[in-house]
Nanobody, 120 residues
Framework: QVQVVESGGGLVQPGESLGLSCVAS????????MGWYREAPGKQRELVAS???????KYGDFVKGRFTISRDNAKNTVYLQMNSLNPEDTAVYYC??????????????WGQGTQVTVSS
């Protein structure tokens, strides 16, 4: 089994910054994908930022240079640094991890999500 745990959400004011972390643990051979998605009330889940072993880093169009995704390979951790937050960034942020396990097909796993609220 693979566990994915996010942390770092909270309440911030417009213009402030917030950092999220996501750790993957369990039995796997390698991590091939780590991504952040978000889901706001009444909206579909959308990509925020991702890293893929083959294609590199990608950001959602709305990020516009405000967010940065980074990884610590040794810790199986992906980070999302969010700057210049605005109320439209309010959502539950989910981490998705894709792993390769010996003898098993490529699989992806979701974390439980962490709430980010931007409000004055």
């Amino acid at each position: 089994q693979v566990q994915v745990v996010e942390s770092g959400g909270g309440l911030v004011q417009p213009g402030e910054s917030l950092g999220l972390s996501c750790v993957a643990s369990g039995r796997f051979f390698s991590i091939n994908f780590m991504g952040w998605y978000r889901e706001a009330p009444g909206k579909q889940r959308e990509l925020v930022a991702s890293w893929h072993s083959g294609t590199g880093i990608k950001y959602g169009d709305f990020v516009k240079g405000r967010f940065t995704i980074s990884r610590d390979n040794a810790k199986n951790t992906v980070y999302l640094q969010m700057n210049s937050l605005n109320p439209e960034d309010t959502a539950v942020y989910y981490c998705n991890v894709g792993v390769t396990r010996v003898g098993r097909p490529y699989s992806t796993y979701w974390g439980q999500g962490t709430q980010v609220t931007v409000s004055s």
